[in-house]
């Protein structure tokens, strides 16, 4: 998936993000619906994130205090603050709340730190990844980001990605009893770290072993 010639370079990579865990979303399976949480929610704090670390010239000529920016970059809360701030700041109507997107934030600890692999339900995954299109749009100016989404999806070459069949893969619960098994937490880890890999490129397969070993 190519976005060099739909988006600046700077917005490249949080879009990126976002069109991973477009994919997982679209897929639908248990496993993949712990995926889409945990990228949306990390697509959130990376759009933020960048956005911050620009050059004005690179955000509208907008300019902020070193030290307002050391505040808001410290923790996902103080990262939701500038966002809640900014929409205020350029007159834009507030789509969810502080308190709504932190929730989902939760949710994706829950799942993700929390040891357990229970299942995203369907409105929580809904509500996240319109958060994470909004403000990618907001942030990067993209009004038409759902329509960029579908397009880069519809040309992908290669498809959904895969796990190489010569890794684990985290299995489907039988249950919603908390998994302690620790192969399928490096898995999922592993998984979410990554988000997309060729298994046909030596390099891929050689970081997958390396965050394995390193697990």
Known sequence: MSTKQEFKPWAARPFELIYHAEI?????SDYDRRL???SFDNSIEISITTYLSLNPIQRGNREYQRKDVEKWENNYHSKIDFFALEIQNRGLPEYKDKAEIVWYHDQRNEHYHGGGFSVPEQGTLDGIREIALWVFSVLFETADVK???????????KGIPSIPDSFIVPREPESA???NDPAQAKALTVAALLGKWDESNTSDLEMIRRL???L
């Open 24 to 28: 997982h979303y679209r897929r639908g």
């Open 36 to 38: 889409a949480l945990i």
């Open 147 to 157: 329509t960029k989404l579908e397009a880069a999806i519809s040309k992908s070459e």
């Open 177 to 179: 009893q908390v998994s």
């Open 212 to 214: 394995i070993d390193g």
